[in-house]
């Protein structure tokens, strides 16, 4: 895996993130760069999503794939990886936003969906250049979620989540935040719900 860096002044980094508040620097990727510019949909929610929650986040990111948007996720279980795998149906292709620096992927389990997604035309980004992920770091990396993106579709989040601080984000960079409805019964969906 061939790791390379875009910087804030280079004329491929996104226009949408580098007017956030707090644009990172330096992007390490890897992939295909021109994916950057399509039109992008950040499909996000719980880890711990039930059957429910990861068909819908695969269907909208299949269908608004199939319409060459792109879709751009965090890669971890549940709802992120039904998004990117949805995407992959399509023709938008799927950028994966880690929190931990490349090449390393995690979870270990997602290795070879990170690979489909670059073999794909897509892109795999980090702010991170070196050393072990730490847990607030995960928090950071939402704004550039959100940032790459028009909108961000929330799908089942609860009252504590990641996926609303995404949200939070989103609506501080002037984004457009979406939201699946979840049961009334469901903790996964008590943050959604109330967005």
């Not at 039930?50 to 199939?66: C, M, P, R, V």
């Amino acid at each position: 895996m061939k790791i390379q860096e875009l910087h804030i002044d280079d004329s491929e980094y996104p226009d949408d993130l580098r007017q956030i508040a707090d644009p990172p620097p330096i992007l390490y990727y890897t992939g295909d760069l021109s994916i950057l510019k399509k039109l992008k949909v950040a499909i996000v929610g719980t880890r711990m999503a039930t059957a429910y929650g990861e068909s819908q986040a695969f269907n909208f990111a299949k269908d608004l794939s199939l319409r060459d948007v792109c879709i751009v996720s965090g890669l971890a279980y549940g709802i992120d990886g039904a998004a990117h795998r949805g995407a992959l149906e399509g023709i938008g292709g799927s950028i994966a936003v880690l929190a931990q620096a490349l090449p390393s992927i995690s979870p270990a389990a997602h290795i070879k969906l990170a690979e489909k997604i670059v073999e794909c035309g897509g892109l795999l980004l980090s702010e991170k250049k070196e050393g072990p992920i730490l847990k607030y770091e995960y928090l950071m990396r939402n704004r550039i979620i959100s940032g790459l993106c028009k909108g961000v579709l929330v799908v089942e989040a609860a009252e504590r989540s990641g996926s609303l601080n995404t949200a939070k984000h989103a609506l501080e960079q002037g984004r457009n935040v979406m939201c699946i409805p979840g049961r009334i019964t469901d903790i996964q969906s008590a943050g959604s719900n109330r967005l």
